[in-house]
């Protein structure tokens, strides 16, 4: 069965660029979703298609995808981006799952 | 506003059954796929289960196969998960997802499911 792997944990001084990174097998043949998910709640959308924010999302997330890695960058990082996130893609039919980044803003 | 809204969740004995329900509203229910997705406390999102907007394609993950359903009823505007011979790692809090070329752009709060004896 298909896997995406992330980091578990990802720290990142307030300010500064923070990456997130996903990694599968020919992972840029597919299209990569980010969701960020804070304690207690739902996870949210942050980028769909690779790179494509939806609406409401600030500009400071952005998405890439190729090869085998897709890559989640956070630019001038706020404590607001505190949170888990997940990588997502669609393998046969079948909707995978990274295990999670914890993104810490220290 | 589109809202998701699940229902149903609670405690079972290990070999029980429980259905949960995903109620929909603020958009138009029949033109979209919908998933279930859940989360063991403390660990990741899982998916579950796919079903299409006519329910022509269903798709379950292996760990659920054959023990689980999915459903849906159009006209209520409402998604369904059946669940039975339930497990104590079936324990998880249930998401129900809408799906679009955007990925899952619309996920409900969540219904705790507690397996144990």
């Known amino acids: 069965s298909y896997e995406l792997t992330q980091p578990p944990s990802v720290s990142v001084s307030p300010g500064q660029t923070a990456s997130i990174t996903c990694s599968g097998d020919k992972l840029g043949d597919k299209f990569a979703s980010w969701y960020q998910q804070k304690p207690g709640q739902s996870p949210v959308l942050v980028i769909y298609?690779?790179?494509k924010r939806p609406s409401g999302i600030p500009e400071r997330f952005s998405g890439s995808n190729s090869e085998n890695t897709a890559t989640l960058t956070i630019s001038g990082t706020q404590a607001m981006d505190e949170a888990d996130y997940y990588c997502q893609a669609w393998d046969s039919n079948t909707s995978v799952f990274g295990g999670g980044t914890q993104l810490t803003v220290l | 506003e589109v809202q998701l809204v699940e229902s149903g969740g609670g405690l079972v004995k290990p070999g029980g059954s429980l259905r949960l329900s995903c109620a929909a509203s603020g958009f138009t229910f029949y033109n979209y796929d919908m998933n279930w997705v859940r989360q063991a406390p403390g660990k990741g999102l899982e998916w579950v289960s796919s079903i299409s907007s006519t329910t022509r394609y269903i798709y379950y993950a292996d760990s659920v196969k054959g023990r689980f359903t999915i459903s849906r009823d159009n006209a209520k505007n409402s998604l369904y998960l059946q669940m039975n011979s339930l497990r104590a790692e079936d324990t998880a809090v249930y998401y129900c997802?809408?799906?679009?070329?955007?990925?899952?752009?619309?996920w409900g709060q969540g219904t705790l499911v507690t397996v144990s004896s």
């Open positions: 997802a809408r799906v679009t070329n955007s990925g899952y752009d619309s």
């Open positions: 298609q690779d790179s």
